[in-house]
């Protein structure tokens, strides 16, 4: 007779939890960095001469 209780692997959960984490982590990175980028590109867009990347005529 076996009394003994078996434990749950929760170790789909840990990685499912892990995963979420990163990409909430990647998301919220992404949409601070994102505001950075604002007054170069109403720079970029006043005057496309001041682009780093130069387009051929």
Do not use: C, Q, R
Request: proline fraction near 2%.
């Amino acid at each position: 007779m076996n009394d003994a209780k078996e434990e749950k692997d929760y170790f789909w959960f840990y990685i499912a939890g892990l995963v979420i984490a990163v990409v909430v982590t990647l998301a919220m990175v992404k949409s601070s960095e994102h505001g950075k980028y604002v007054t170069a590109a109403k720079a970029i867009e006043e005057d496309a001469a001041n682009s780093a990347y130069k387009h051929a005529p």
